[in-house]
């Protein structure tokens, strides 16, 4: 019951350009656990591996000792954990869990911002499990520094060891990683239609994976085999679902901006008030739900500011739209208005 994925091997991984520093340290990490790079924190963006090759770690480990604690947890389930233990007053047990292992591997580290309590606890967790020795694995959307809200003293300590990123895989991994799955999944693809889809979707893997599903039902639906062709249809309604709505970047701000009384150019520009911060955030969360334009794109629309603040805005709203009722009920009207 360590949770691990049963696909998410070293074996299936694909090794590209844009993975090998990572995946090297991972294969590192896991010949000599606690021993060389301790923590191990992989980021970047997502569907480009990071969880596939964290879990790969822990099977690895596992092969090479059956006895091995391996514990792998999502930073959602450790903060979880950790709020019942102390509304149950099993807090004694959270901590043997978490302190008693071999190997700890926490995915999507970025989430623990804003929670006080849960980094406080993860701190002691950490500290333990390094004082032994203890290998331990982090990832996140971005460098540690880089995640708003993150005690100093855990930023610090994830610089221990190495930090290495993931980024958008090349054509010819892309190619690789489709043939692999193709001959995984028993597909006969031709090599001229691999190709094609791997140059159409160049984004991430997960969407690779995506694209690739398309096809297949496609071809199911249609009751043809997969050629360029087919692949071609199969692709376009994907393109077409996010486009055919008409909404653009511009058009999310007229709507954002009207709803809150605030101006497009403060919508656009740099101030910091939360009267114009939390409607320039709605739109840019809107913008990446209902249009297809990337986090860059959408920064650029934004007065030039970096994918990471849209990103980080996303997230905002995400959270707040779940715990605040007021921003959950605007964005709610918003996204009616606009989509009528
Ligand atoms: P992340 O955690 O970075 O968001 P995941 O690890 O969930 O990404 O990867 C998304 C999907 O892409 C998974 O199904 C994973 O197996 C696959 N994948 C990602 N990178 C590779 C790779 N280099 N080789 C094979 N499959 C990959
Ligand atoms: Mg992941």
Known sequence: NSHLNPKYTFESFIIGGANKMAHAAAVAAAGE?????????????????????????????????????????????????????????????????????????????????EKEGTQEEFFHTFNKLHENNKQIVLTSDRLPNEIPKLQNRLVSRFKWGLSVDITAPDLETRIAILRNKAKAENLEIPDDTLSYIAQQVNTNVRELEGALLRVQAYSAMKNTDINKSLAADALKALKLSKAKNGLTVSSIQNRVAKYYHVSIADLKGKKRVKTIVLPRQIAMYLSRELTDRSLPQIGMEFGGKDHTTVMHSCDKIAELAIKNDDVKQAIGELRDELKN
């Open 33 to 113: 656990p606690g021993q060389i790079y301790n923590p191990l924190f992989i980021y970047g963006g997502v569907g480009l591996g990071k969880t596939h090759l964290m879990q790969a770690i822990g099977h690895e480990m596992l092969k090479n000792n059956p006895n091995a604690r391996v514990k792998y947890v999502t930073s959602e389930t450790f903060a979880n954990d950790f709020i019942n233990s102390i509304q149950t007053r099993t807090q004694e047990e959270f901590r043997e869990e978490y302190r008693n292992v071999d190997l700890l591997l926490i995915d999507d580290i970025q989430f623990f911002a």
